[in-house]
């Protein structure tokens, strides 16, 4: 399955951004989604995923209640709606993608991810 994020960009203190990953060439619902970012000198963390119906979720402890991922199996996308952004949440998101699970997804356990998109945050 290729993955291509959009919606990267730059954001204040307390402001919110939308990211989206556009699936093709599998059969969506087979994959349970997820976001990691990375900056540098850093490992890969995981941030959030979610199941291939929508109806699981999972989210890492730093972002739990300001993010929301979710799905639109129609359309093979998955969303990621940051809001109260802060200075540690600026990295490169990356979308990625397995068929093993959510926690296998959690930690690292992806088979598929995309390119990254950019996320600054800064006044």
């Known amino acids: 399955v290729q993955l291509v994020e959009s919606g990267g960009g730059s954001a204040q203190p307390g402001g919110s951004l939308r990211l989206s990953c556009a699936a093709s060439g599998r059969t969506f619902t087979n994959y349970f989604m997820g976001w990691f970012r990375q900056t540098p000198g850093k490992e890969r963390e995981f941030v959030a995923g979610?199941?291939?119906?929508?109806?699981?979720?999972l989210y890492a402890d730093s972002v739990k209640g300001r993010f929301t991922i979710s799905r639109d199996n129609a359309k093979n996308t998955v969303s990621l709606q940051m809001n109260s952004l802060n200075a540690e949440d600026a990295a490169v998101y990356y979308c990625?993608?397995?068929?093993?699970?959510?926690?296998?997804?959690?930690?690292?356990?992806?088979?598929?991810w995309g390119q990254g998109t950019q996320v600054t945050v800064s006044s």
């Open positions: 979610i199941s291939w119906s929508g109806s699981s979720t």
């Open positions: 990625a993608a397995n068929t093993r699970g959510l926690t296998i997804l959690s930690r690292g356990g992806f088979d598929y």
